[in-house]
C-alpha cells in the first residue's frame, strides 16, 4: 500500500533548512576531457575514521553530477572565509569553472584548491540514492589542513562567523 505524500512548499523547506550554518566546500574533479571543473556543496561531512570516509550530497541536475561513478578520483576543498567568491564561481554554470583558481596536484587523479583551509583527497567509494540528489561517498586517500576560519553558508548566503 502506498501512503500519499504531502505537499510541501520547498521553498519553505529549504529556507528551513538554512536555519543552520554549513561549512561551504568545492569539490573537484576532471570532467571527461581531463578538464578541471568542480561545483560547490554545503553538505560534506566525515563518514567514518576506519576507512577514511566522508560524504557529500550533489543535485541530481548539477552538470558534474555524472562525473561521479565508482573509482572517480575528486577532492573536497574547505573554503576559508576570503574565497565567497570564488563559493559562488563554482556554484554557478559556467564554461571554466576553474578560471583564475590557483590549483595544485594531489595523490589522486584530481586538483585541489591551493588556498583552501582543507582538503580530502579521494576515490568514489560509493554513490547512492538522495531523491533529487546524489549521496557520494569518498574513500579518503589523503588529506591536509592549514589554519583559517571556515567560510559558513546561512539562510541563502556567504557568512565569515564572528565567534567559532
Do not use: E
Request: net charge negative; aromatic share 8%; glycine share 10%.
Amino acid at each position: 500500500m502506498m501512503l500519499d505524500r504531502p505537499v510541501m512548499d520547498t521553498r519553505a523547506l529549504r529556507d528551513a533548512f538554512g536555519v543552520l550554518p554549513t561549512g561551504v566546500c568545492v569539490v573537484t574533479i576532471k570532467d571527461a576531457g581531463g578538464k578541471p571543473t568542480g561545483v560547490t556543496v554545503g553538505s560534506f561531512t566525515s563518514l567514518s575514521l576506519d576507512p577514511a570516509l566522508c560524504l557529500f550530497s550533489l543535485g541530481r541536475a548539477q552538470a558534474s553530477a555524472g562525473l561521479f561513478v565508482l573509482g572517480a578520483a575528486f577532492v573536497v576543498n574547505v573554503l576559508p572565509q576570503q574565497m565567497a567568491d570564488a563559493a559562488w564561481q563554482f556554484a554557478r554554470p559556467q564554461a571554466d569553472k576553474c578560471d583564475g583558481i590557483d590549483l595544485g596536484d594531489t595523490v589522486v587523479d584530481a586538483p585541489r584548491l591551493r588556498d583552501g583551509i582543507a582538503h580530502f583527497a579521494c576515490h568514489v567509494h560509493a554513490v547512492h540514492d538522495g531523491g533529487d540528489h546524489v549521496i557520494v561517498v569518498g574513500q579518503i586517500a589523503d588529506f591536509d589542513h592549514a589554519a583559517g576560519d571556515a567560510l559558513l553558508f546561512y539562510r541563502g548566503g556567504m557568512y565569515k562567523p564572528a565567534v567559532l
